[in-house]
């Protein structure tokens, strides 16, 4: 199990208002395939935020599992339920909005591959039609919020990607500093980069994460008309 950082930034939630969405509706992160084709699942992403709780420095506020990727076309789905073996397990029919997107969900399928043949064959279809916009979902019972006060990172700096975190260490040093003083706030320093040349190949258990296809829509350019 790998761990990855993600940035929230504060011009479009703050924690509080990101972790009342994340109660209703989960998590949906936008992700590079190429990424993608990095992780596995079961990995675990921390969500960061600099300037929360009036804090300079970098805080991290909740983490969660990696085991669905959402947003995909239909007609990527299906290319990827033809591939992989795979099993039907939602119709979809919801819809999720957020901020100004409209996410309209479709079929959802367990699938038994592992995520980075999943990514490849996501590429390989890219080059011929539309796959949608890839992203790493969670529901809400997923999230997991960090025990506050929040563990402040002072040298980790804001970036819009996804980037290797050394997650279980970062844990195992808040807990140490919480068993010292609890109403202390964590002061985790360095970039705690995820060491590689450790990474194991794990096996995972049959039908380990899921695939599902949904209608994204901008709804910024959706003109308000007032009834009378």
């Given at each position: 199990?790998?761990?990855?950082?993600?940035?929230?930034?504060?011009?479009?939630?703050?924690?509080?208002?990101?972790?009342?969405?994340?109660?209703?509706?989960?998590?949906?992160?936008?992700?590079?395939?190429?990424?993608?084709?990095?992780?596995?699942?079961?990995?675990?992403?921390?969500?960061?935020?600099?300037?929360?709780?009036?804090?300079?420095?970098?805080?991290?506020?909740?983490?969660?599992?990696?085991?669905?990727?959402?947003?995909?076309?239909?007609?990527?789905?299906?290319?990827?339920?033809?591939?992989?073996?795979?099993?039907?397990?939602?119709?979809?029919?919801?819809?999720?909005?957020?901020?100004?997107?409209?996410?309209?969900?479709?079929?959802?399928?367990?699938?038994?591959?592992?995520?980075?043949?999943?990514?490849?064959?996501?590429?390989?279809?890219?080059?011929?039609?539309?796959?949608?916009?890839?992203?790493?979902?969670?529901?809400?019972?997923?999230?997991?919020?960090?025990?506050?006060?929040?563990?402040?990172?002072?040298?980790?700096?804001?970036?819009?990607?996804?980037?290797?975190?050394?997650?279980?260490?970062?844990?195992?040093?808040?807990?140490?500093?919480?068993d010292f003083n609890r109403k202390r706030r964590p002061h985790l320093d360095g970039e705690w980069q995820a060491d590689l040349s450790s990474d194991e190949v794990t096996t995972l258990e049959p039908f380990a994460g899921d695939v599902e296809s949904a209608h994204i829509k901008d709804l910024t350019s959706c003109i308000a008309i007032d009834t009378l």
């Open positions: 199990m790998a761990g990855w950082l993600r940035f929230i930034d504060k011009a479009d939630y703050n924690v509080s208002k990101f972790m009342q969405e994340a109660a209703r509706f989960g998590v949906a992160l936008p992700v590079s395939l190429e990424t993608l084709r990095d992780m596995e699942w079961n990995d675990r992403i921390a969500l960061m935020q600099v300037g929360a709780v009036g804090i300079k420095s970098t805080v991290m506020f909740a983490e969660f599992p990696l085991e669905k990727i959402t947003g995909l076309s239909a007609e990527a789905v299906k290319g990827l339920v033809e591939k992989f073996r795979s099993v039907l397990y939602d119709l979809g029919g919801d819809r999720i909005i957020r901020k100004d997107i409209s996410l309209d969900t479709g079929f959802a399928y367990d699938i038994d591959a592992r995520l980075g043949a999943v990514a490849e064959v996501l590429i390989d279809m890219e080059v011929i039609f539309e796959v949608g916009v890839p992203m790493i979902a969670c529901t809400p019972d997923q999230i997991v919020p960090i025990e506050k006060p929040l563990p402040m990172f002072r040298d980790l700096l804001y970036q819009t990607m996804f980037r290797r975190f050394d997650i279980a260490g970062a844990n195992e040093r808040m807990i140490k500093q919480r």
